[in-house]
């Protein structure tokens, strides 16, 4: 069974002569442990495809099934628990609290969730190593490379040991050379910790560590690309994810 099967996506807002369709019929699955890009010019739906398939928004029409749950079917109280338990998010303006250090926001979801704050922070300090900021579980945000910064994003995205990871625009805010190391590291989520990883971007560069690339352009599919195994053939998959 697909960890993410969404059908008919259709999402409308407003109503009448001023109601703008931003998804219209969109269909999709991501299996475990796959790694999917969403591409399309600005105002594409792309974001509005992210939030619905996260149970941030609700569509107008068609169903989002994670790990068989109809999200529309779920009460407010339910759904909330899935995304706290079943779904990490990372942003593109990493989103970290000022006046917590990189092992308190870490462990923030956990900590919310009610797990005991030594659990949490021991959780969130093997997560914080994992990504590669091993000594720095003390810095605070602002003590903090942005590239470090979204490192504990990615990292409070996992504490919670989530199926499912959706990032927007995740390297949007970086140089370079910091997208590389986050795109390299979503690569890893999939193929080393085997979650489920679906990810926005305007970077064919980025979009070229996925498996899969999905097109959208007016809040519809367009295209959809099956991409190399990573290291097989880089520039051939930067080429097919910039067409």
């Not at 105002?43 to 068989?68: A, F, N």
């Not at 989530?162 to 795109?183: K, M, R």
């Amino acid at each position: 069974m697909s960890l993410i099967a969404a059908t008919h996506l259709k999402k409308v807002y407003g109503v009448g002569e001023t109601a703008v369709t931003a998804l219209n019929g969109v269909s999709l699955q991501v299996e475990p442990g796959e790694f999917v890009a969403i591409m399309g010019p600005s105002g594409c739906g792309k974001s509005t495809l992210l939030h619905l398939l996260g149970g941030l928004d609700r569509p107008t029409s068609g169903s989002v099934m994670i790990d068989g749950h109809n999200l529309s079917d779920l009460s407010d109280a339910k759904l909330t628990e899935i995304r706290r338990r079943r779904i990490g998010f990372i942003f593109q303006f990493f989103n970290l609290i000022p006046v917590l250090n990189a092992l308190e926001n870490a462990a923030l979801p956990i900590t919310l969730d009610g797990v005991k704050p030594a659990e949490a922070k021991a959780r969130a300090a093997e997560w914080l190593d994992k990504v590669g900021l091993e000594g720095r579980s003390d810095h605070r945000p602002d003590q903090l490379s942005g590239g470090q910064q979204q490192r504990v994003a990615v990292a409070r995205a996992l504490v919670a040991d989530p199926a499912l990871v959706l990032a927007d625009e995740p390297t949007g805010n970086l140089d370079t050379h910091s997208s590389e190391e986050i795109a390299g590291l979503l690569r890893q989520v999939a193929n080393d910790w085997g979650r489920a990883v679906v990810i926005v971007t305007h970077d064919p560069r980025i979009a070229a560590y996925a498996d899969r690339i999905i097109f959208l352009k007016d809040g519809a599919v367009v295209d959809e690309t099956v991409l190399e195994p990573r290291g097989s053939s880089n520039g051939r998959n930067a080429e097919l994810a910039g067409r």
